[in-house]
């Protein structure tokens, strides 16, 4: 085997491969056995023959392996997919989605519903009320809301009654 066939067979191996045979690359193995191009060589050839030895000569080859990466790219090339159609048909559904018009119906709601809606959200609740809630309430002007919350504070922190007992009393002179 000549250089320019080596060359040849180093810078195009899938290509130049069919020219050269197993034996030949065998021989050169032999000769130059801690080349790794010549045992990535041998590899493609058995793979590309089926041969019986093909293990064999994979395993040796991962060997001397620099990237078995590398490796595993040679003997199974990565697959390209045709990745603009599928983008051109997302695309596209996606525009014909925008041009169709929209098919939800709006729900009519008439003032009762709004009226529930609302004596829902105003109602009070017995487990969120807090000091600052009947703070709130006095400074609202809602002083009955504010009773109410500082007798459900009493039943919630029994050590601290006598100070809502006096906080509802205040209340109960703005109110006079």
């Not at 459900?152 to 601290?160: E, S, V």
Request: aromatic content about 10%; some cysteine; hydrophobic content about 35%.
């Amino acid at each position: 085997m000549t250089n320019q066939e080596f060359n040849l067979l180093i810078k195009g191996p899938k290509e130049n491969l069919n020219n050269i045979d197993l034996k030949q690359i065998e021989n050169l193995k032999s000769q130059f056995p801690y080349c790794e191009n010549i045992h990535n060589l041998s590899l493609l050839k058995a793979n590309a023959l089926d041969d019986i030895k093909f293990n064999k000569i994979l395993t040796i080859t991962s060997l001397y392996s620099s990237n078995r990466k590398n490796l595993f790219h040679l003997i199974n090339p990565p697959i390209k997919l045709n990745t603009k159609l599928e983008k051109n048909k997302e695309t596209q559904l996606f525009e014909e989605w925008l041009s169709k018009p929209a098919k939800f119906q709006q729900k009519n709601i008439t003032s009762n519903m709004i009226k529930k809606d609302i004596t829902k959200s105003t109602k009070d609740n017995d487990y969120l009320t807090t000091e600052t809630l009947a703070e709130i309430y006095i400074e609202q002007g809602h002083f009955r809301r504010a009773i109410q919350a500082y007798e459900i504070l009493c039943l919630k922190y029994p050590k601290k009654s006598s100070f809502f007992a006096n906080q509802i009393k205040k209340i109960k002179n703005k109110i006079k």
